[in-house]
C-alpha cells in the first residue's frame, strides 16, 4: 500500500548548523507534500509545502526539495535556532478524491545551544 | 490564518464511560475532517474521514462502533469514544482543509487518559 519513509529519525545538530530531513513516497499519483512541526503535547503545524510541478520552494530559513522521478523530497533547516527543536513530520497526498495524507514516521530534532 | 479548535485539550475518564471530542473550524467551512490517533513517540495515524451530512469512513482495523463520529455541520465534527478502555488512552487530533490549494490544519489535540 502506499507508505512514506522518513529519515532520520532523530538528529542533534549544534545551534547555527543546518538540518536536513529526508522523506520517500511510493503513490507516484501524490502531488502535495506538507511538512508539519509537532512541539510537545500541541497539534502539528504546518511549516512549508510543496506541489508535483515545483522543484523547491524556500520560505525565510526552511527549504523544501522535491525529486518526482525518484520520489523524494526533503526539509532544509539552515540558521537553526533552540525553538527549531521539536517533531517534524513529512506527508505525501494527492489533490484529487478524499485528499487524505500519508505520514512519514517523524524526525526528532533536537538543536544544542 | 485557519484556526481549528478541539475541545476539550485533556480529559481523564473512567473506565466504560464514554467521552466525545469535539473539532471546529473557526474561520472557514469544512465538509471533510480527519481524525487522528497518536501513541507517545510515534507518527499520525488516520482513524476515519469525517464527512458532513453523511456517515464517516473508517480506516481498516478501527471499530466505528466505537469511535463514533458526527459532522453535523459545516464547522463541527465529534468524535466519541464508547466504553473507554485504558488502551483507547492515547492522544486524539483532527484536521480540516480551508480550501481547495490549502494543506490541512490540525487542531491542538486532545489527551485522553482512561483510568
Known amino acids: 500500500g502506499e507508505n512514506v519513509e522518513q529519515h532520520p529519525s532523530t538528529l542533534s545538530v549544534q545551534e547555527g548548523d543546518s538540518a536536513v530531513i529526508k522523506c520517500t513516497y511510493s503513490?507516484?499519483?501524490?502531488?502535495?507534500f506538507p511538512w508539519y512541526k509537532q512541539e510537545l503535547g500541541k497539534g502539528p503545524q504546518l511549516i512549508i509545502d510543496i506541489r508535483s510541478n515545483v522543484g523547491e520552494k524556500k520560505d525565510q530559513r526552511i527549504a523544501v526539495t522535491l525529486n518526482k522521478t525518484a520520489k523524494h523530497f526533503s526539509l532544509h533547516i539552515t540558521e537553526t535556532q533552540p525553538e527549531d527543536s521539536a517533531v517534524y513530520f513529512c506527508?505525501?497526498?494527492?489533490?484529487?478524491?478524499?485528499?487524505?495524507?500519508?505520514f512519514g514516521t517523524g524526525t526528532r530534532l533536537k538543536v544544542l545551544a | 490564518g485557519a484556526v481549528v479548535s478541539q475541545h476539550p485539550s485533556w480529559v481523564i475518564c473512567k473506565s466504560g464511560t464514554s467521552v466525545k471530542i469535539e473539532c471546529r473550524s473557526l474561520d472557514f467551512q469544512a465538509t471533510t475532517m480527519f481524525w487522528y490517533r497518536q501513541f507517545p513517540k510515534q507518527s499520525l495515524m488516520l482513524m476515519a474521514t469525517s464527512n458532513e451530512g453523511s456517515k464517516a469512513t473508517y480506516e481498516q482495523g478501527v471499530e466505528k462502533d466505537k469511535f463514533l463520529i458526527n459532522h453535523a455541520s459545516l464547522t463541527l465534527s465529534t468524535l466519541t469514544v464508547t466504553s473507554a478502555h485504558p488502551e483507547d488512552s492515547s492522544f486524539y487530533i483532527c484536521?480540516?482543509?480551508?480550501?481547495?490549494?490549502?494543506?490541512?490544519?490540525f487542531g491542538s489535540g486532545t489527551r485522553l487518559t482512561v483510568v
Open positions: 506527508a505525501a497526498s494527492t489533490t484529487s478524491g478524499t485528499y487524505k495524507y500519508i
Open positions: 503513490d507516484s499519483a501524490s502531488n502535495y
Open positions: 484536521s480540516a482543509r480551508p480550501g481547495l490549494f490549502h494543506g490541512y490544519t
